[in-house]
């Protein structure tokens, strides 16, 4: 599963090189605008949203498709009441300005706006730590769902919300876990019900152990 092991790592810095990149792409357009005096309406022309609570993080403004712009992720994070206290001392930099989280946007809760899925990983071997979806009602992100039990990671796939455990048998190093627990959800009445869970073991042969053959 990724953003869970030594490879999650890998994709970890890819991400964020490239959320990182298209911010400042996004900063250079606002400053050339400012610079020509075309003036302009949305939320980028009313300056930062305070960081108070969910509720007062303003949804980004949204393009023809649905589709919102960036948000940022650890101001989102650190704005939460529901987030623990825990979770929000581990989302630090990692190097530099560089910190440890995945951001996908997508369709779950049937808005206007896509919804933000967050996880939060550990810097050095990228584990899940906390999972979190953000919906936009009237015009602010709110949390929707939340999933704090490490090692976690969750993600879209085709409109439904697919959160992934990873299971450790005692003695399993973080690296090698004996297995997962998939579980899929689907946005219902308000809130995420779950439909199925699977389970699949790492590395196990199914089944009795084989006879060895006799002697000739």
Not at 2 to 31: E, H
Not at 96 to 112: C, I, K, Q, R
Not at 114 to 130: I, Y
Not at 158 to 184: A, F, H, M
Request: aromatic letters at 6%; proline letters at 8%.
């Amino acid at each position: 599963m990724r953003g869970l092991t030594g490879a999650g790592s890998t994709r970890f810095r890819t991400t964020t090189r490239a959320v990182i990149t298209a911010t400042a792409v996004l900063a250079a357009a606002v400053l050339f605008t400012g610079g020509c005096g075309t003036g302009g309406t949305g939320a980028r022309d009313e300056g930062p949203a305070r960081a108070d609570s969910v509720a007062s993080v303003a949804a980004p403004s949204v393009s023809p498709s649905g589709t919102p712009d960036r948000v940022d992720p650890v101001r989102l994070v650190k704005a939460d009441p529901a987030v623990s206290a825990e979770v929000k001392r581990e989302l630090e930099p990692c190097v530099g300005d560089e910190y440890p989280v995945d951001v996908s946007y997508g369709n779950l809760t049937g808005g206007a706006v896509d919804d933000v899925v967050v996880n939060v990983l550990t810097c050095g071997d990228a584990v899940g730590v906390g999972s979190y979806v953000y919906r936009d009602q009237g015009g602010a992100y709110v949390n929707v769902f939340t999933a704090e039990e490490p090692p976690v990671y969750a993600e879209i796939d085709r409109g439904d919300l697919v959160v992934t455990k990873q299971v450790y048998d005692p003695g399993d190093p973080v690296s090698s876990p004996s297995g997962e627990n998939v579980i899929t959800y689907r946005w219902a009445s308000g809130g995420f019900d779950e439909e199925y869970r699977t389970h699949n073991d790492y590395g196990q042969v199914a089944g009795p152990e084989p006879t060895p053959a006799p002697d000739s």
